[in-house]
């Protein structure tokens, strides 16, 4: 079973990307494009959710965790990126870390990132790997967070 250990620095770069984003929504500048801005805070969010490093997060699939193929491996945002930069772009300063709690990364295999892709539009969260029919396992407990997906 994999276990997960935390990066070192990890705090200090999940604050440096929040204060970013909070940083880019406050100084909002008219000639900035809006896809510059959505595009930068889809990095940030990136940076958010690989702080331990992209394969190294807490929840893996437990399709993820039997795969001998680390090429078939994928990290995933349980809750889209796409929604979350619409919620931060009409949020206050103090609604966005609210929001950016949700970044949360979780490792999966291509074909179950595949499957998650469908209901990308209609579920978010955990509620779309229920809905994907995948078990997710909290490596740094051992204990699945998502059990029964029938």
């Known amino acids: 079973?994999?276990?997960?250990?935390?990066?070192?620095?990890?705090?200090?770069?999940?604050?440096?990307?929040?204060?970013?984003?909070?940083?880019?929504?406050?100084?909002?500048k008219p000639e900035v494009l809006p896809e510059h801005l959505g595009e930068l805070i889809k990095?940030?969010?990136?940076?958010?959710?690989?702080?331990?490093?992209?394969?190294?997060?807490?929840?893996?699939?437990?399709?993820?965790?039997?795969?001998?193929?680390k090429n078939q491996l994928r990290h995933e945002h349980v809750y889209t990126r796409k929604r979350m930069i619409q919620a931060l772009l009409k949020a206050s300063p103090e609604e966005?870390?609210?929001?950016?709690?949700?970044?949360?990364?979780?490792?999966?295999t291509a074909d179950e990132h595949r499957r998650l892709s469908?209901?990308?539009?209609?579920?978010?969260?955990?509620?779309r790997y229920r809905k994907a029919q995948l078990r997710v396992t909290n490596t740094e407990t051992g204990k699945q967070i998502i059990e029964d997906t029938d």
């Open 118 to 127: 469908t209901f990308d539009k209609t579920h978010e969260g955990w509620e």
């Open 43 to 69: 990095i940030l969010i990136g940076k958010i959710t690989e702080a331990d490093g992209k394969r190294n997060t807490r929840h893996w699939s437990n399709g993820a965790l039997q795969c001998s193929d």
């Open 1 to 28: 079973m994999k276990s997960f250990e935390p990066h070192p620095r990890a705090e200090d770069r999940k604050r440096s990307a929040v204060a970013l984003i909070e940083l880019l929504l406050t100084n909002k």
């Open 96 to 108: 966005s870390r609210e929001i950016l709690k949700d970044a949360i990364g979780c490792i999966v």
